[in-house]
């Protein structure tokens, strides 16, 4: 069973803190993503990145850095979490060249700054 | 850029009725078009794709007809179960390799009333 995991279902963290997110897969695909998903604004992408080491900004980039070490990992960072990152966030991957490509989600992570 | 337009939620149905969702997009060159649905407290999962202009994607009672004319990709189904209750996602890809973003809409949510 395919599977991509973020590592935490609810989290609550301090205005100010570091705060990390990670995301793992199993599939060996080369793409991963993160998005966070707000009421009213659909799915709003991050980051990017298409390879170990590799990563592209998304359309809100600002507050938010990312790490791709290994292929099967993608860790989203916020270097001072504020209260208008609360949100939904979303770890995808997808294979690379094949246009029946398929993305695969995570279950989500429910960030929630104080 | 690269953009998906989707009909403004929320839709409300009784059971049995006929389900439309409106998708469009604008994109140069010809994306690989999805339907992506997520349950209440789920991520998200594919629903159906079409790959090429004329597919039609199906699945669970659900279609998609990939038109590159007007640049669509409505999703259908003839007589929705409160099962159906979710939130709809269109998107697009390239599948080029290298960089591929996934563009999505920003969902459509459906209830389903008995």
């Known amino acids: 069973d395919v599977k991509v995991t973020q590592s935490s279902r609810y989290l609550v963290k301090r205005t100010g803190e570091k705060v990390f997110l990670e995301c793992v897969q199993d599939m060996d695909h080369e793409n991963m993503f993160w998005y966070r998903q707000d009421p009213g604004l659909g799915l709003r992408l991050i980051y990017f990145?298409?390879?170990?080491?590799?990563?592209e900004k998304g359309d809100i980039p600002e507050g938010y850095s990312v790490s791709r070490e290994k292929k099967e990992r993608f860790s989203l960072i916020l270097e001072s979490a504020s209260t208008n990152q609360t949100s939904m966030y979303l770890c995808?991957?997808?294979?690379?060249?094949?246009?029946?490509?398929?993305?695969?989600f995570g279950q989500g992570t429910r960030l929630t700054v104080v | 850029g690269d953009s998906v337009t989707q009909m403004e939620g929320p839709v409300t149905l009784s059971e049995e009725a006929f389900l439309t969702i409106n998708c469009t997009y604008t994109a140069t060159g010809y994306p690989s078009l999805f339907w992506y649905v997520q349950y209440p407290g789920e991520g998200l999962q594919l629903l159906l794709k079409?790959?090429?202009?004329?597919d039609k994607g199906s699945n669970k009672g659900f279609e998609a007809t990939y038109r590159k004319e007007t640049t669509s990709f409505h999703l259908e189904k003839g007589s929705v179960q409160v099962s159906d209750s979710a939130v709809y996602f269109c998107?697009?890809?390239?599948?080029?390799?290298?960089?591929?973003?996934?563009?999505f809409g920003k969902g459509t949510k459906l209830t389903v009333n008995p």
């Open positions: 990145s298409y390879d170990v080491k590799m990563k």
């Open positions: 998107a697009l890809t390239f599948p080029q390799g290298g960089s591929e973003k996934l563009v």
């Open positions: 079409a790959t090429k202009a004329d």
């Open positions: 995808a991957s997808t294979q690379s060249g094949s246009p029946n490509t398929e993305a695969f």
